[in-house]
């Protein structure tokens, strides 16, 4: 292994958040009944005619903007020929020697060290139908096909062959999936296929300019998949060359359950597709203009966002990355922090408490959140005046979580408030140095622990409404001196 070098690129197709398909009417809506989104045109019918939809083609541009490609002035489509079931017209209109996007860039961070990626194109494409096995695909008796996904809009973007190994793969995958969820043209839902990854890979000795045979993987919905299936072809590749055997070019599916790839077909050669014009539709041309002002309405980009949050916000690397994983967790936790202008200690919530409920990547149930950034402010500023304390704010926000209350409401119902009279207070403290003489004994002798066991049997009198910082310095002056 150590004469060999591993070389990757990523195919990756997100399908795009357009209302309507790439060439058709049809809804784009997920979950329908199967085949119950379809039309002439998405089916292929003879004398059916497609029309460019303009919102797909300004999201290709925003996401082309977004990774540095260069727009491309002209642009046209292809059919791209092969059959396969769940392709109603045995070709798909798609883009080849004239992509709308060329020559972009994509920074990644894999074990504290940066790698930058290079993209090679970024082009528009319909996706296809979608095959249900009745079972695993090598043995199942029968298939089924719904075609409320062809047609679809895809946008396909084709790194270079510049990754040198499985969790440069994965990272890179991360990375472009925060981009176009930020951007808000994809979803990047894997589960549920509309962020799909194909995986390129061969190995050469290393430092030849010359790139090894290579070998396709398909059917990885995840960033482990990606990661597990490369990780599992690499090593199959070294054992294969190391016996002798010939490396053929060829495409093979991830297998999660047996955790291994199994070939599938031979790999197609771009020639094999026979492209040529799609004769239905004109070439475009997109005017300078138009992609300046794309590039005006473009967000605040992941990384960018991430330096800000750890220099404005004094937060940790670590932490501005967890926040920024998502556009809405990051857009929650600065609204918050107008709030409540204390972003170290909101920082703390959101990750521990809020991502405790739901992940930091999934926008749409972060926009649900039953908590909005106004009553987590609330609760905090609960704490700040004493009312309750850190450990009853956190039973505070379980219940908020579960109810959409605000914190002032539970409370004052629940009657929580935090027990913070001096007066009050000593009295519990007499009562518990007097049931607990040996541990004062201990606390004299040195064992500090014993102080903690005190606190902890005030609060337990106080059913945990006692004001900690006012029990330990009450206990500090109750306690007799070592």
Known sequence: MNDLETVIGLEVHAQLLTRSKMFCGCSTAFGAAPNSQTCPVCQGMPGALPVINRSAVEFGIRTALAVG??????HRFARKHYYYPDMPKNFQISQYEEPLAEHGVLDIEVGGSSRTIGIQRLHLEEDVGK???EGPLETAQSSTVDFNRAGVPLMEIVSRPDMRSPAEAAAYLRTLRTIVVYLGVCDGNMEEGSLRCDANVSLRPAGSPELGVKVEIKNMNSFRNVQHALEYEVKRQVRALAEGEKIVQETRLWDPERVRTVSMR?????HDYRYFPEPDLPPLQVEARWVEAIRATLPELPAARRRRFAGGYGLSAYDADRLTQGRALADYFETTVREYDKPKIVANWVLNELLREMPADDDRAVAACPIPPRNLAGLLRLIDDGTISGKMAKDVFETMYRTGQDAPSIVAREGLTQVADAGELRRVVDQVLAAHPKVVEDWRGGKKAALGFLV??????????????LVNQLLGEKLPKG
């Open 69 to 74: 490609c260069r727009v491309n002035e002209h």
């Open 131 to 133: 095959l249900i096995h």
């Open 266 to 270: 031979s790999k197609e050669y771009a």
């Open 456 to 469: 902890g049997q005030v609060m337990k009198a106080t059913l945990g409404r006692a004001n900690p910082a």
